[in-house]
């Protein structure tokens, strides 16, 4: 058998192979930012160039919508990229199941009224927070500290954790400091005990929103 024929063709056809391809990107919202190779390169629906013995990384985000990430490989051996890629971009479940607020990872201080008598007081900040959470895990009556348990919800995107924090500030006037703590990780299902991974976040979860009101409502010195 005669090779010399196929190799001359393998060589003609090598090179268009692995010419440079144009990929049409385009996002069902028009003004999410397209990021190539970590650059801004407009909005919408552009032209990327993948050269040949390459790959390149294409991000798509928008405020309030979740992130979406590919990359594209013009390499020997490996799928073509397509011609046109289509992103039907979907809202953050987590930023939908929130609010954003300046209550979060803030202490607050919370003069009580003078008319409350302190152990009335203590059951009332039990019965606020077990409104909001399942679990308490330390409350010392004797030094006025409770802390709840981590409650974690996980969305597409993110995990977040959410606990409360109260302390005695001081004792005249009786003033306690209440902080809620809105964490996420910026991936889904990650553990409630991987700290590590967890950051401030200016948001908390839609069903917490009501929690230092309600601490300033019912213990408030009006």
């Known amino acids: 058998m005669n090779l ?14 692995l010419k440079a391809q144009t990929v049409q990107i385009s996002a069902s919202e028009a003004d999410a930012q ?23 990384d294409v991000k798509v985000i928008k405020s309030g919508y979740l992130k979406y990430y590919q990359t594209f490989c013009n390499k020997k051996g490996m ?21 954003k607020t300046d ?6 201080s919370i003069e009580i009224n003078k008319k409350q008598d302190p152990n009335e007081v203590w059951k009332k900040v039990n019965q606020i927070v077990t409104d909001y959470f399942d679990a308490i895990e330390v409350a010392d009556k004797e030094t006025s500290y409770l802390r709840t348990a981590w409650s974690i919800q996980s969305f597409t995107q993110n995990t977040i954790r959410t606990r409360l924090i109260i302390k005695l500030a001081k004792s005249e006037p009786l003033t306690y400091k209440v902080k ?25 979860l839609r069903k917490y929103q009501n929690v230092i009101s309600d601490f300033t409502t019912r213990l408030g010195n009006q």
Request: charged share 25%; net charge negative.
């Open 34 to 56: 397209i990021i190539v190779d970590g650059q801004p390169l407009g909005t919408g629906n552009i032209k990327i160039k993948v050269p040949k013995n390459s790959c390149v």
């Open 180 to 204: 809620l703590v809105s964490e996420y990780s910026g991936y889904p299902l990650t553990s409630v005990k991987a700290d590590e991974l967890f950051h401030d976040w200016d948001r908390v």
């Open 79 to 99: 799928a073509d990229p397509p011609k046109k890629q289509f992103f039907d971009m979907k809202k953050d479940d987590a930023e939908e199941a929130s609010i």
């Open 4 to 17: 010399k024929p196929l190799l001359l063709s393998l060589l003609f056809i090598a090179p268009v192979l």
């Open 103 to 108: 209550q979060a990872n803030i202490d607050f």
